[in-house]
């Protein structure tokens, strides 16, 4: 039994995009690599149904840059209100450690 070729994305794009091209008959590209001409009618179908998705991902991306950037705002305000109850608690601490000292808690 034969055992089906598989194809990598960047193969698959290096041949559609000779199919775009237009230079030479889809027949005569799939004869040169070898491939059925109806499953490159199929690439090509699939690569321009799949072609604006290439620019909504870069916004996409942008919106993943602004949510970390927010995120990262609001952990850098929790650090330093923690810092800032953290020094409020020891000097406090340190106020009742003195006057437990004294005897006047």
Known sequence: ???RRQYTSEF???????VLREEQ?????????????????????????????????????REQRRIER???EKETRMLKTIGQLTMERDFLQAIRAKETERGTL
């Open 1 to 3: 039994m034969k055992k």
């Open 12 to 18: 698959k794009v290096k041949v559609i995009l000779e």
């Open 25 to 61: 008959t889809l027949g005569e590209i799939a004869s040169k690599h070898e491939i059925n001409p109806n499953q490159l009618a199929t690439w090509k179908r699939e690569f321009l149904e799949k072609a604006p998705k290439v620019f909504e991902e870069s916004k996409n991306d």
């Open 70 to 72: 927010e995120a990262a």
